[in-house]
């Protein structure tokens, strides 16, 4: 997958170390304002220097809007961020105190999560000005030194945001970011020709960034399109021939009520997951007590990637392990599959390490005379599964797949040989367009 916001990062790092564009001669100098840092953050252009963020901030007067006497304002609120423009109120309208800004202040949001939120107070009504409020959420910049946008680029950057991060404080959503200790950031300043072409470049690159990223995903639809077409082939018996040497299945207590979705190759069968399988269960359906170490425990998250993740699991005791394993106990050749939230995710247990799972993930344990785990975890994926996990997880919020809709799930089965078959080409074709999406 490509990272196209690490991209962009790495851009902003570039743009505000004085990397993105030459230094050109007949640019002057930019003087120093006040004193310079003892260790600088890192080496800017001989003609950049340093300021501090309380240099740049600037007072603006506190209102009771319902004082004004105005039939409508511009309210510049963290909401309105998201729609890129101010929203037009009735002062009458606004609950709370606000701060009147001028064109041309940057605002930077303070409070967790919307400190990434930079904007530059522009004028939406030429024909009609109206007084500008912002929410008292902002932070408020203006200096001569820069042009607005380009402060707003430098607070967007990653060197900038690291820092911001280190001086918030306080508990839930009350967390913000402390500006006296934000004040203190060192910030480059380049000469403000040099912001112009920064600003032009990044604005360029942005652009073929978002073409790049448009195309990228894309492909990456078609690709996925195309997985569901080469999986449904292969569950049809249309990916590889059938061989005259290969046995035909054979299944005890064979069901004949099914209501057959497709036509498979003759020596295939129509079978349940319960039929293919020696134990179909979940995990724990109490909350255990948490530890810091143990045996790892794992939810839905944990194999949202198609595999086991072990990187940021809760633990359980030895002693609940123990416990739990006699109703759950996975073992290297099962398959795990969500069954609450993000329903039909399989995971293949590749691994003799011991773990427990939480109730919002199933275990199925193979008969492996009939199935392969990799077989059946290319299957559980396949167009006619996911539909049948759509059609039958339930509920409101946290949806459930129960065990008796997962048992019941209907599935073509073909002969053990044909599986491996089927298995290595779907590897090869599925490599080759992986690579495409790289």
């Avoid at 078609?222 to 035909?248: D, F, H, T």
Wanted: proline share 7%.
């Amino acid at each position: 997958m490509i990272d196209f916001q690490a991209l962009r990062n790495k851009i902003l790092d570039k743009a505000i170390r004085g990397e993105l564009v030459p230094q050109l001669e007949s640019e002057p100098e930019v003087n120093q304002i006040g004193e310079s840092p003892e260790e600088p953050p890192f080496d800017i252009p001989n003609k950049w220097k340093w300021i501090q963020v309380k240099a740049l901030e600037a007072k603006r007067k506190t209102v009771c809007p319902i004082s004004l006497n105005n039939d409508k304002v511009e309210l510049w609120s963290i909401p309105a961020y998201d729609e890129g423009r101010a929203q037009i109120v009735s002062p009458s309208a606004i609950g709370s105190s606000k701060k009147i800004v001028s064109i041309g202040d940057v605002l930077l949001a303070k409070i967790v999560p919307h400190i990434k939120r930079s904007w530059v107070v522009t004028e939406n009504r030429p024909e009609a000005p109206l007084i500008k409020l912002a929410s008292t959420e902002w932070l408020i910049y203006q200096s001569d030194l820069f042009i607005p946008d380009f402060l707003v680029l430098l607070f967007k950057s990653p060197y900038f945001r690291n820092k911001m991060m280190k001086t918030i404080s306080g508990m839930g959503s009350l967390k913000r970011t402390n500006p006296k200790a934000l004040s203190q950031v060192w910030l480059p300043l380049p000469p403000k020709e040099e912001q112009y072409r920064i600003l032009s470049r990044v604005e360029r690159l942005w652009i073929e960034i978002d073409q790049m990223e448009s195309a990228y995903k894309e492909l990456l639809e078609i690709s996925n399109q195309l997985r569901k077409k080469i999986l449904r082939k292969a569950i049809e018996g249309k990916l590889v021939p059938q061989l005259e040497s290969e046995p035909k299945v054979e299944l005890r207590n064979e069901k004949e009520s099914f209501n057959i979705p497709f036509e498979i190759p003759t020596k295939w069968k129509w079978t349940t997951l319960e039929q293919i399988c020696l134990q179909i269960t979940d995990g724990e359906h109490k909350t255990p007590k948490y530890q810091k170490d143990g045996v790892p425990f794992l939810s839905v998250k944990d194999i949202s990637s198609k595999k086991l993740n072990f990187s940021d699991t809760k633990f359980v005791s030895l002693e609940d392990f123990d416990v739990i394993k006699k109703r759950c106990h996975p073992q290297k050749g099962d398959i795990l599959l969500s069954k609450v939230g993000s329903t039909g995710i399989p995971a293949i247990v590749d691994t003799d390490k011991d773990f427990a799972l939480f109730v919002s993930v199933a275990l199925l344990k193979l008969n492996k005379l009939l199935v392969l785990d990799k077989f059946l975890w290319y299957l559980l994926q396949s167009p006619l599964v996911q539909k049948q996990a759509k059609e039958n997880t339930r509920g409101i919020g946290n949806k459930n797949w129960v065990l008796k809709a997962i048992k019941a799930t209907i599935v073509p089965l073909p002969p053990i040989p044909e599986q491996r078959r089927i298995v290595d080409q779907l590897e090869k074709i599925f490599s080759s367009i992986n690579s495409l999406s790289k």
